[in-house]
């Protein structure tokens, strides 16, 4: 079996919570990453609140909640953090998150790369039929990250979010298990495994 959690440019790790909320004290102090991962006008935390809450996090339902810290693969930095909530487990349907920390860390493939290693957890470890996100209109990069991993657009709530004396929509963008299958059906070393966790045919 393949490292599960382990990309092509980045690993998913597990989450110290004095480490990561160290370094989204200091991330957090850039307003520009404060308002493209929170909805929020209060995001201005110290370290060691953020560590609170990570660990108040930690404490969830690790069934239910996954959550991991980023790290280059080059030289086992951290980058960011990712996690996978599920929401339904009947409808078998997560909602995802990220954050790369620094701006010099944007545009490297890191993101995605990350965001690949979670679907495939997602998809073919946890069973989940559906991963969801929200994303603002102001945030391309991250728009366009999530494209390339294979999330279509699925709607928007109209002005939802208010930046500078103006609002913006936020977007919802989607993926289901059988579209990322359909991406990535030549790296499923097995065709039967793979559909073996849901004998239904496909509905869209
Ligand atoms: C969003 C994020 C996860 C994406 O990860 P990443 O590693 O930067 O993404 P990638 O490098 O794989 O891809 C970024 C893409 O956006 C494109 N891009 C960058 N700025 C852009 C802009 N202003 N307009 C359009 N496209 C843009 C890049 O060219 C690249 O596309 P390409 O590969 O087709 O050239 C990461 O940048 C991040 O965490 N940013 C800060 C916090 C954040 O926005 N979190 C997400 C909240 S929803």
């Not at 998913?12 to 520009?32: H, Q, V």
């Not at 990570?54 to 030289?75: C, V």
């Not at 890191?110 to 495939?120: K, P, S």
């Not at 030549?186 to 793979?194: G, H, L």
Request: proline share 2%; aromatic share 12%.
């Amino acid at each position: 079996m393949k490292d599960i959690l382990t990309g092509s440019l980045v690993r998913l790790a597990s989450l110290d919570a004095e480490e990561l909320g160290k370094a989204y004290g200091n991330w957090r102090r850039d307003s520009e990453f404060m308002r493209l991962i929170d909805m929020r006008a209060d995001g201005m935390y110290s370290g060691k609140k953020q560590q609170d809450v990570f660990e108040k996090m930690l404490d969830d339902d690790p069934q239910a909640h996954h959550y991991f810290s980023i790290r280059s693969l080059e030289d086992n930095r951290l980058l960011g953090d990712i996690n996978l909530d599920v929401t339904n487990w009947s409808t078998r349907d997560a909602f995802v998150g990220l954050g790369i920390g620094e701006r010099a860390d944007w545009d490297k493939g890191y993101g995605t790369d990350a965001m690949n290693i979670i679907l495939r957890f997602a998809f073919t470890e946890v069973n989940l039929r559906r991963v969801t996100l929200t994303v603002f209109e102001y945030n391309p990069r991250a728009i366009r990250s999530y494209e390339k991993a294979g999330f279509q657009h699925e709607g928007r709530i109209r002005r939802a979010i208010l930046r500078d004396g103006k609002r913006w929509d936020v977007f919802y963008m989607g993926i289901l298990r059988d579209d990322w299958m359909e991406k990535h059906h030549d790296q499923i070393m097995d065709k039967r495994t793979a559909s073996f966790f849901d004998p239904q045919p496909a509905r869209r």
